[in-house]
Nanobody, 123 residues
Framework: QVRVAESGGGLVQAGGSLRLSCARS????????VGWFRQGPGKEREFVAG????????LLSDSTKGRFTISRDDRKNTVYLQMNNLKPEDTGVYYC????????????????WGQGTQVTVSA
């Protein structure tokens, strides 16, 4: 079993920054990836970013490129989502998820999910 847990959400003004953390524990795989997804009020959950643990290669959604970065810390088994220049439309619950294999932008490819952390960006 793989467990992931998010932290770092909160309330921030537009233009501000937050860093979310996703701590992974439990079973390991030879190759695995962590993805970040978000669900805004009244919206479908959408892909934000994904990273391959082995080499750190990453994929960001078009709406977050240039503002968000994703990284990992091997020693802490943690993936970070650094969010800069936040906008009100970034508001939502942010989830991290893990899967064996490389990153994917499809929610259905990730079997392991955290409970989510709320991010609220005020105008």
């Amino acid at each position: 079993q793989v467990r992931v847990a998010e932290s770092g959400g909160g309330l921030v003004q537009a233009g501000g920054s937050l860093r979310l953390s996703c701590a992974r524990s439990g079973r390991t795989f030879s190759t695995y990836a962590v993805g970040w997804f978000r669900q805004g009020p009244g919206k479908e959950r959408e892909f934000v970013a994904g990273i391959n643990w082995s080499d750190g290669s990453a994929l960001l959604s078009d709406s977050t490129k240039g503002r968000f970065t994703i990284s990992r810390d091997d020693r802490k088994n943690t993936v970070y989502l650094q969010m800069n220049n936040l906008k009100p439309e970034d508001t939502g619950v942010y989830y991290c998820a893990a899967r064996a294999g490389g990153y994917s932008s499809l929610q259905s490819d990730y079997p392991y999910w955290g409970q989510g952390t709320q991010v609220t960006v005020s105008a």
